[in-house]
């Protein structure tokens, strides 16, 4: 039933031995500076038999910071850090590629060493609450950033990349879903810009593009995946227009010939179908929640060429051997998934029979 996500495939220039990735998950291990560890080298070194690891979110400068003790990926101790990572991946016959995430407006100055005010496309406050090393707190009216600071910024992200290069990296991903900074640039409720980078579709989505073409002109297209979650309301996104948004992205990213396209599926068959077809290279889909059964399905059905899967993999470093042979699956700890040491995160125990 599963045997579709056994196949062998390719990403970019990334040869994966099977279908079967790791989706990114944000766990709050990093040093307060945001420096990988060793225990983290640990934790990614025992999943290393996903077909590839895409990390957890890691912030390509001070200001894409928005959670507690997340990674970033913009200083020689980042690198030195993540090199760690990759190495323990590579000995252990895995693939990994670091996600590049800016939280945009999801921060808190709680939450970051700087405690500055978070930064956006637009000064408006999102909805809902954000952990905090004190708790859950509302999150304050970001700063809007002015057109320069967008130009620079797509140059922290291309920075970013060839840290992730340099640390060892196989690739990146450039996170551009769940309501986080290149997302908030994307929807019209976050981005009330009146510059070339807000207003029509055209404009929302030249903040990704930018991006997008940076990293790939910095890394090769061959080492650049993009993630998305189209009508994904997570974060207080509200897209008046996701019909149109999302066909027009994927239409605009597609020459530049990336690795991969990523989608976080939010339940829109019919979008997925038409960004199936628009998509030129390999198609990554996190269907969250769905049995294993039916994301083999995705694969065997050519709607996907991998899939990925997050909480299953966080449970279970052994997932692809699990599966393959039938074994029971350990049940993730939800307490344990964001911040603290080794309990729920390197201590899930491998299959024995
Ligand atoms: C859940 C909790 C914390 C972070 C995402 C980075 O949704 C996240 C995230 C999700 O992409």
Do not use: C
Request: negative net charge; hydrophobic residues 40%; proline residues 7%.
């Amino acid at each position: 039933m599963l045997n579709a996500l056994w196949n062998p495939a390719t990403v970019g220039e990334i040869a994966l031995p099977h279908r079967l990735a790791m989706a990114p998950l944000t766990r709050n291990r990093a040093t307060p500076d945001g420096v990988p560890t060793e225990l983290n080298a640990e934790y990614y070194a025992q999943r290393a038999s996903h077909a590839l690891i895409i990390t957890e979110g890691t912030q390509p400068s001070a200001d894409g910071q928005g959670y507690p003790v997340t990674p970033g990926i913009y200083t020689d101790e980042h690198i030195a850090g993540w090199r760690k990572v990759t190495d323990a991946v590579h000995k252990a016959d895995g693939r990994i590629v670091i996600q590049l995430m800016h939280a945009g407006r999801i921060a808190h100055p709680d939450s970051t060493p700087h405690h500055r005010q978070p930064v956006a496309p637009s000064a408006i406050k999102p909805a809902g609450e954000t952990f905090t090393p004190t708790g859950l707190q509302e999150m304050p009216v970001p700063r809007a950033l002015s057109t320069e600071e967008v130009s620079a910024t797509v140059e922290d992200f291309r920075r970013a990349a060839a840290a992730a290069i340099e640390a060892g990296a196989d690739g990146v991903e450039i996170h551009g879903a769940n309501g986080y900074l290149v997302h908030q640039f994307l929807s019209t409720n976050t981005n009330q810009r009146t510059d070339v980078y807000g207003g029509s579709v055209e404009n929302r989505i030249r903040f990704a593009v930018e991006v997008a073409t940076a990293v790939a002109d910095e890394i090769g297209a061959s080492r650049t995946g993009i993630r998305i979650s189209p009508a994904n309301l997570f974060n207080d996104i509200a897209e008046s227009d996701t019909h149109e948004l999302y066909p027009a992205l994927v239409n605009a990213l597609a020459p530049l010939n990336l690795a991969y396209l990523h989608i976080a599926h939010g339940g829109d068959e019919d979008l997925l179908h038409t960004l199936r077809k628009l998509w030129p290279t390999t198609l990554v889909l996190n269907r969250a929640g769905a049995d294993i059964t039916d994301r083999a399905k995705d694969v065997e059905d050519g709607v996907a060429d991998v899939v990925t899967v997050g909480t299953l993999a966080l449970a279970n470093p052994d997932l692809v051997a699990r599966l393959r042979t039938g074994a029971p699956l350990n049940n993730p700890d939800p307490a344990t998934f964001y911040g603290g040491g080794a309990a729920g995160y390197t201590d899930y125990p491998t299959y024995s029979a």
